[in-house]
């Protein structure tokens, strides 16, 4: 089913990501981790579907999207960027694979990292957060979705990665199985997977040699 919904605001908060809230249709269910495809509702767009994650919390009266877009691309991303307030979007119905089980390890490679971001608010509104971690892989500091926001929500249980600068306080260079060992249990912790899909293949390589057992894997390819 289709829902067209008005977009309340725009705003960039990173060099090339933007956070659209829009009005939450009536009746309208997810659990924090899920998506849905989105169609801007303008002539020659509406037909291109691209599925993105709600960062909203389930119970908030809007709905949030935290986008990276790709100008060179020419496509949906792009055209996102150019939308105001009372332009509207299309959405259909609710998906998505990754849902919280249980605390762990969350792993996320740039904009990979959406599904948690509505996952840790949900648990921090619960007071929740528990033991939770976020290995978050970006190229340059920069590039960090809400690298303040991930601060105040987990202190020190957050770990950036950037491959491509160093910065002091992030560690330089890509994930790795030590990275991974040293930060969670590999017997008992879940494991939030979600990034690109080399990242998500070099990932699941990673916790396949530590044994982690395929069951405690949650994951979503982007
Ligand atoms: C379940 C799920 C949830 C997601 N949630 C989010 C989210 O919350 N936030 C988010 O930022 N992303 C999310 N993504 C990823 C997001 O859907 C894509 O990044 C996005 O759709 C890409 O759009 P686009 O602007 O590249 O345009 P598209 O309209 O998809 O593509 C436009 C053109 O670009 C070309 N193209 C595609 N890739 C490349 C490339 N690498 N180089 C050159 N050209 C290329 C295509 O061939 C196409 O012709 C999610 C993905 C999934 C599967």
């Not at 909203?56 to 991303?77: A, Q, R």
């Not at 601060?151 to 160093?166: A, D, P, Q, R």
């Not at 080399?198 to 994951?219: Q, R, S």
Request: aromatic share 10%; with cysteine; hydrophobic share 35%.
């Amino acid at each position: 089913m289709e829902h067209t919904v008005k977009i309340q605001s725009v705003t960039k908060i990173t060099h090339d990501v933007v956070q659209i809230i829009a009005e939450k249709p009536a009746d309208y269910f997810f659990v924090p981790g899920q998506a849905t495809d989105v169609s801007i509702n303008k002539k020659e767009w509406r037909d291109k579907k691209n599925p993105f994650t709600f960062t909203s919390l389930p119970d908030n009266d809007y709905l949030e999207f935290t986008i990276k877009t790709y100008p060179s691309h020419h496509g949906v991303t792009n055209e996102l960027l150019n939308l105001r307030k009372e332009d509207e979007l299309i959405l259909g119905d609710v998906f998505g694979e990754i849902n919280y089980q249980g605390e762990g390890l969350f792993i996320a490679g740039g904009a990979g990292v959406t599904p948690f971001i509505s996952i840790l608010r949900y648990l921090e509104s619960k007071n929740e957060m528990g033991d939770n971690k976020l290995l978050f892989a970006n190229k340059k500091r920069g590039d960090i979705i809400l690298e303040d926001e991930f601060k105040k929500l987990l202190g020190n249980k957050l770990v950036n990665i950037l491959s491509e600068e160093k910065v002091e306080g992030c560690i330089k260079g890509h994930i790795t199985k030590d990275l991974i060992r040293k930060h969670c249990n590999t017997t008992k912790s879940y494991f939030y997977v979600c990034g690109p899909p080399p990242m998500m293949d070099a990932v699941e390589k990673m916790l396949g040699e530590l044994n982690v057992n395929k069951k405690l894997i949650v994951k979503e390819a982007f």
